[in-house]
């Protein structure tokens, strides 16, 4: 498990971390999960690696919590499979109760490719974390093919920007214009925004000067193990990580 800072831009600090998944190859060291959950997912060991991602993450920021992060959150990608598991919700009831995890500490990132396969289920899984307390951030937002018709319907708090889109903010204008929309639409469905791989002041600057709320990205840290994560927030959970731009 590796752990990646997210920020808000009203205050510069860290609200949270997103749970990143290696794989520790004997040979090749340490594999993305673009390179080989394509393969994972093809079999049902995705669900027993979902599962376990929930139960060690959470242990892990459990313990951050207890150590002084009293309001850090947890967020975790949920593949298809999972989300479409018969028993999704029940599991995550188990893993949490065994845990001992606050869910109102929990995010679950979920594509909107996905939420679009089958809307009445993913209506009601949506409306099921909520009761729960869970907060749902759809990822990779900009990108899939879903309608906006569908946005209104879902119980959601986040719009995840897509980094690809993130990436071109300083040399296209028409990804420009496709986050400044994004971001106005968040804002008056009253949704947050967040903005993923961040990697320069340029990209920061615009994305607060267009009220981005939330971003994540190598600007703040790449993704660390546990043990350097608990020395990141040992040292910088109550300080203010965002370059001091002035986009005025």
């Not at 242990?59 to 975790?76: A, F, H, I, P, R």
Request: glycine letters at 6%.
């Amino acid at each position: 498990m590796f752990y990646q800072p997210q920020i808000g831009y009203a205050n510069g600090k860290m609200f949270g971390v997103e749970a990143l998944l290696r794989w520790n190859h004997p040979k090749e060291g340490l594999i993305k999960p673009e390179d080989f959950i394509a393969i994972v997912e093809d079999s049902e060991l995705i669900i027993e690696l979902g599962e376990w991602v929930l139960s060690e993450s959470s242990k892990q920021v459990k313990s951050w919590q207890e150590q002084g992060c009293e309001n850090l959150y947890l967020s975790v990608n949920v593949s298809i499979k999972q989300f479409f598991h018969h028993n999704f919700i029940g599991k995550i009831k188990e893993i949490f109760e065994e845990t001992g995890y606050n869910l109102e500490r929990l995010d679950l990132e979920i594509t909107e490719s996905l939420a679009i396969k089958d809307v009445e289920y993913a209506k009601d899984i949506f409306d099921k974390l909520r009761h729960l307390g869970i907060s749902i951030s759809m990822d990779d937002f900009g990108t899939g093919y879903s309608s906006l018709n569908h946005l209104k319907n879902f119980s959601i708090d986040r719009l995840k920007i897509d980094g690809s889109l993130v990436r071109d903010i300083e040399h296209d204008e028409k990804a420009r214009t496709i986050i400044d929309t994004i971001i106005v639409m968040a804002r008056n469905l009253k949704l947050l925004s967040l903005a993923e791989q961040v990697e320069t002041v340029e990209q920061e600057a615009y994305l607060k000067s267009i009220g981005c709320n939330e971003v994540q990205g190598y600007l703040y840290s790449e993704p660390l193990t546990g043990d350097d994560m608990g020395e990141f927030l040992a040292n910088n959970y109550n300080a203010s990580l965002l370059n001091r731009v002035d986009v005025s």
